[in-house]
């Protein structure tokens, strides 16, 4: 049994995306998730107090799906792959650090949603090279399967 369940519409930190908007959702650690995402500073008194209120209440009230909001560069449609695409915002570090306290760093389903004007199709077709190699908020690189080829879909 996991030690969080999922409530996409009404959980804790649950966001709204319009139908048409494009996402994938991927199987993803979260220290992998929170290296890509803006990093959260877990002694300050607003961390102290979220933290443990979103651990106590993951089975009973559910979270929505971590996001990461991403840029894959423009120049990907020409066939240009020079430049990797970029986490540009996120929503769910503090989710991530209450899962991560109780069932350690196992992958967590989130969505990554591209912050420009990207089809879904282009989406699928990028994801295998988002996978390889990204680039976090805070401008640290990451490289080498950041999910599993599988979980996305």
């Known amino acids: ?40 500073d877990t002694n300050s008194e607003c ?18 799906y971590p996001i990461l909001h991403i840029a894959p560069p423009l ?3 020409n066939g240009d792959f020079s430049e990797p695409c970029k986490v540009i915002d996120s929503n769910g570090r503090h989710r991530m650090y209450a899962i991560m306290g109780v069932q350690g760093d ?17 989406l699928n077709t990028w994801l295998p090279r988002m996978r390889q190699f990204m680039i976090g908020q805070d401008g640290d690189k990451l490289k080498d399967n950041l999910w599993a ?4 879909s």
């Open 47 to 64: 961390a102290r107090r979220i933290i443990p209120y979103i651990r106590a209440r993951l089975q009973a009230r559910g979270i929505g």
């Open 1 to 40: 049994m996991s030690a969080y369940r999922l409530d996409p519409f009404y959980g804790i930190g649950a966001v709204s995306l319009n139908a048409n908007t494009p996402r994938a959702l991927i199987n993803i650690r979260p220290t992998v998730f929170l290296a890509l995402a803006h990093r959260l």
């Open 75 to 77: 120049a990907w449609r």
């Open 149 to 152: 080829e599988s979980d996305a």
């Open 106 to 122: 196992e992958p967590i389903p989130t969505l990554l949603v591209p912050w420009q004007d990207i089809t879904q199709q282009e």
